[in-house]
């Protein structure tokens, strides 16, 4: 009797070690599944986030384009970690730090200027993390420092703003130049690509060019100041953004002078004030550069992602308007 109860207590606790470690096997089976799940997108899946840090939100262009960002990680289902520089490098320098502390799985940057986020990049290679420069470029190499560089071709904006310049003034012109941000590679090719298509017409002559940082106050201000310097001598007025145009037109018109006509204005960026500029005869053409980045950039980040071979540059085309279609395009401006 006791050999028989000795058997049922060993049954019993065999069975109850054996029922233990089938439980133990499908828990880990379960976790094993979760885990695959997850790193494979599947249900459960971790939302990639991705880091866009913006050189300041204090114009329609910059407003248009990180809503565009914002838009486009919502739509795709990604979580977006925003920015805004406020127009100061070292504060950029530290977003971008932060983004890469916080381990985001990418970075979209838009550079406030050329130089001064060699670190920063550096930070991020370190971390694996890829950045893609939007907009604007910084110093590095694509394909090394960052993926690539996503943005318009802003010397052939200039260039195509100044064939406009030659062309309509017959080559002769007394120039003001308002440029962007100094330092940035946006004002700097749009200054080059201006002057090479003028240089060889010795009739266009700068009589001024000044940073007025692509604000239509900063425009507006210097602009008072140069025409104060140089008065009627001023037939042309070549600005790196519309904003600054804008502020410029103001100005002109305070000083009694008339944009449009006896001066001509030529701009890049083709906002919608712009262009309504444009049909009320104040100012002559704007080279468009379009501000939403959003498609493209994740197109760009989602081709890395299944490996395909990324540009150095890739290259948004532009449109040109002038009175001859700046009405059809108000609608769809920004």
């Given at each position: 009797m006791k050999t028989?109860?000795?058997?049922?207590?060993?049954?019993?606790?065999?069975?109850?070690?054996?029922?233990?470690?089938?439980?133990?096997?499908?828990?880990?089976?379960?976790?094993?599944?979760?885990t695959s799940a997850s790193a494979e997108g599947g249900s459960g899946s971790r939302k990639k986030v991705v880091g866009f840090s913006q050189m300041e939100n204090n114009g329609p262009w910059r407003i248009a384009e990180t809503?565009?960002?914002?838009?486009?990680?919502?739509?795709?289902?990604?979580?977006?970690?925003?920015?805004?520089?406020q127009t100061q490098t070292s504060k950029q320098f530290s977003d971008v730090e932060d983004m890469v502390a916080r381990k985001v799985d990418a970075i979209f940057l838009a550079p406030r200027e050329f130089e001064g986020l060699?670190?920063?990049?550096?930070?991020?290679k370190q971390a694996k993390?890829?950045?893609?420069?939007?907009?604007?470029?910084?110093?590095?190499?694509?394909?090394?420092?960052?993926?690539?560089?996503?943005?318009?071709?802003?010397?052939?904006?200039?260039?195509r703003a100044g064939e406009w310049t030659v062309k309509n003034t017959n080559g002769k012109a007394g120039i003001i130049i308002l440029e962007g941000t100094a330092g940035s590679s946006v004002a700097l090719d749009r200054n080059k690509g201006f002057l090479d298509a003028i240089k060889s017409s010795p009739g266009m002559k700068i009589l001024a060019s000044q940073p007025a940082d692509f604000t239509r106050a900063s425009g507006q201000k210097v602009m008072e100041n140069?025409?104060?310097?140089?008065?009627?001598n001023i037939t042309v007025v070549y600005t790196h953004n519309d904003e600054m145009a804008l502020g410029a037109i103001q100005a002109l018109k305070a000083a009694g002078m008339n944009p449009g006509k006896d001066?001509?204005?030529?701009?890049?960026?083709?906002?919608?004030?712009?262009?309504?500029?444009?049909?009320a005869?104040?100012?002559?053409?704007?080279?468009?550069?379009?501000?939403?980045?959003?498609?493209?950039?994740?197109?760009?980040?989602?081709?890395y992602l299944r490996g395909e071979k990324i540009p150095q540059k890739i290259i948004v085309p532009d449109k040109f308007f002038d009175s001859s279609n700046a009405a059809k395009f108000i609608d769809k401006s920004y």
């Open positions: 028989m109860k000795l058997l049922i207590s060993k049954s019993f606790v065999g069975a109850i070690v054996l029922l233990s470690i089938v439980l133990i096997l499908v828990g880990c089976e379960r976790k094993s599944a979760g809503k565009s960002m914002s838009d486009e990680a919502a739509k795709r289902g990604y979580e977006l970690v925003a920015t805004d520089a060699a670190g920063a990049l550096a930070a991020a993390i890829p950045v893609f420069l939007i907009d604007r470029e910084a110093a590095g190499t694509p394909g090394q420092d960052y993926v690539t560089f996503i943005g318009s071709n802003f010397i052939e904006e200039g260039q140069l025409i104060q310097a140089h008065g009627k001066v001509k204005v030529v701009s890049v960026d083709g906002q919608k004030s712009a262009l309504e500029a444009i049909v005869g104040d100012m002559n053409v704007t080279v468009e550069c379009n501000p939403r980045f959003g498609p493209i950039a994740f197109d760009t980040y989602e081709k």
